[in-house]
Antibody, heavy 123, light 109 residues
Framework: QVHLGQSGAEVKKPGASVKVSCKVSGHSLTEVAIHWVRQAPGKGLEWMGGFDPEEDNTAYPQNFQGRVTMTEDTSTDTAYMELSSLSSEDTALYYC????????????????WGHGTLVTVSS | EIVLTQSPGTLSLSPGERATLSCRASQSGISYLAWYQQKVGQAPRLLIYDASKRATGVPARFSGSGSGTDFTLTISSLEPEDFGVYYCQLRSHWPLMFTFGQGTRLEIK
């Protein structure tokens, strides 16, 4: 069983950056594929990027490239997501999640979710 | 980029009824298709992965089907706790991409 513990809520001004952490317990960070998903208030789910096991690097969708950076500290089993140049449209709940892995294959479903970190962007 | 369109937008049913939710992809090339349930104030919960496989602990009344561009989530007999928002999600490669549908709200009639 994996548990994902996320950092607390943040309030940022437009143009600033935010860094959200996700502490993995129950497994080592090296044993899971971490992704980040966000959800604006009253809206749907949006994938922001995550670990690509086939390429052994981090994949970002085009609409976030250049503005988001995902890193990992294996010594503390903690993943980080930093989003820069914030605007009011970035106000959302940010989740770290793990991709389901079965017998060495990643099969697309996000099976464990953090509780979410609320980021509010307001002047 | 593959777009997922879910229908209907809202489904109003009574406990005991059968629910059928649809998810259509704008093109083929999906490696995997998953379904999630989200209740108010909670993180989404994985129900179905690889189009038809139930995740751990998911009741047998939930089933997924489909291939290519058309996928369906069926709840055979609704329980009161099944009401919420349901999302489909694809995984495609290359490049790696995850895309969610816009959601179907399942509400009590």
């Amino acid at each position: 069983q994996v548990h994902l513990g996320q950092s607390g809520a943040e309030v940022k001004k437009p143009g600033a950056s935010v860094k959200v952490s996700c502490k993995v317990s129950g497994h080592s960070l090296t044993e899971v594929a971490i992704h980040w998903v966000r959800q604006a208030p009253g809206k749907g789910l949006e994938w922001m990027g995550g670990f690509d096991p086939e390429e052994d690097n981090t994949a970002y969708p085009q609409n976030f490239q250049g503005r988001v950076t995902m890193t990992e500290d294996t010594s503390t089993d903690t993943a980080y997501m930093e989003l820069s140049s914030l605007s009011s449209e970035d106000t959302a709940l940010y989740y770290c999640v793990t991709e389901l892995e079965l017998l060495g294959d990643y099969v697309g479903g996000f099976d464990f979710w953090g509780h979410g970190t609320l980021v509010t962007v307001s002047s | 980029e593959i777009v997922l369109t879910q229908s209907p937008g809202t489904l109003s049913l009574s406990p005991g009824e059968r629910a059928t939710l649809s998810c259509r992809a704008s093109q083929s090339g999906i490696s995997y298709l998953a379904w999630y349930q989200q209740k108010v104030g909670q993180a989404p919960r994985l129900l179905i992965y690889d189009a038809s496989k139930r995740a751990t602990g998911v009741p047998a009344r939930f089933s997924g089907s489909g291939s290519g561009t058309d996928f369906t989530l069926t709840i055979s007999s609704l329980e009161p706790e099944d009401f919420g928002v349901y999302y489909c999600q694809l995984r495609s490669h290359w490049p790696l991409m995850f895309t969610f549908g816009q959601g179907t709200r399942l509400e009590i009639k």
